[in-house]
């Protein structure tokens, strides 16, 4: 199977159960649409499918790791309709369309950033009868979640780049915005398919590695889009970082591109020991710094 394929049939599959999880539960009419006008309104579902992906490599029970992956999806999402805000970033365009804010008024996009977020730690604590050793690993993917979403991750990540806007920065600031702004919650799902797994802890490393080299190569390509990418592409505004703190800000374009290269390579050397298992995960690795969108 090449990677669009598998990329097409694991999003389908994760629609799907985003699809089941929002009908699951009561939420008055408004708040429902507007959660499911953000959640289900396209999105390349990186999140889940790397929880997935790592799954399969290690011989995981797929269908154990997909509530975890499709509730870390739903923080993301919460993430893009606040930082979306215009006390944040005051974007008007999000995935090609309006803004939630644009659609449904800024109170009813801050609650369906909170409902989202709220639900998905209500999902990722209800997979079902778990033995104790499923609890356990329960618990460990919560607590990395949570770690990853919360001050010492993405919300202290964006809290330091409203902090430092405007401001001259440094390479070690916008490292730290960066590694914890995007890295924490794409090296999360990474985690989280090896946690289901039951890897053992030096494979748990590797894969900690994998993450993190890959999520900072990501938002580093975000960096470089926002300079020279295709609006229509992106599915967003663009040239609208002059004052944040970015990569190419303080390292320039070349070398930015340099620094993807070498996070992909490192990604790619930390599971070398998967063989042909891999194949996936290095595949993705390698569509962190080629992806136009």
Known sequence: MDL???????RALVHKSLQ?????????????????YSLLGGGKRLRPILAIAVCEAVKGPVDAVL??????????????????????????????????????????????????LTEAFRVMASTGSMTPGQSYTACRIIFEVARAAGVAGMVGGQALDVIYEGQNGSKEIVDTIHRSKTAALLRAPVLTGALVASVDDAMLARFSTYGDCIGLAFQIKDDLLDVDG????????????????????????????????????????????????????????RRMGDRAS
């Open 20 to 36: 089941n999880i929002l009908a699951s539960g009561y939420a008055p009419a408004v708040l429902r649409e507007a959660m499911e």
């Open 67 to 116: 509530p975890f992956g499709c509730a870390i999806e739903m923080i993301h999402t919460y993430s893009l309709i606040h930082d979306d805000l215009p006390c944040m970033d005051n974007d008007d365009l999000r995935r090609g369309r309006p803004t939630c804010h644009v659609v449904f008024g800024e109170a009813m996009a801050v609650l369906a950033g909170d409902a989202l």
């Open 4 to 10: 669009q394929t598998f990329l097409d049939e694991k």
């Open 230 to 285: 295709d609006e229509g592409q992106v599915g967003k505004r663009l040239k609208k970082d002059d004052a944040k703190q970015t990569y190419v800000k303080h390292y320039g374009i070349e070398a930015s591109k340099l620094r993807i290269s070498e996070l992909i390579n490192q990604a790619i050397a930390s599971i070398d020991c998967l063989g042909p298992d891999g194949k996936v995960l290095v595949e993705l690795a």
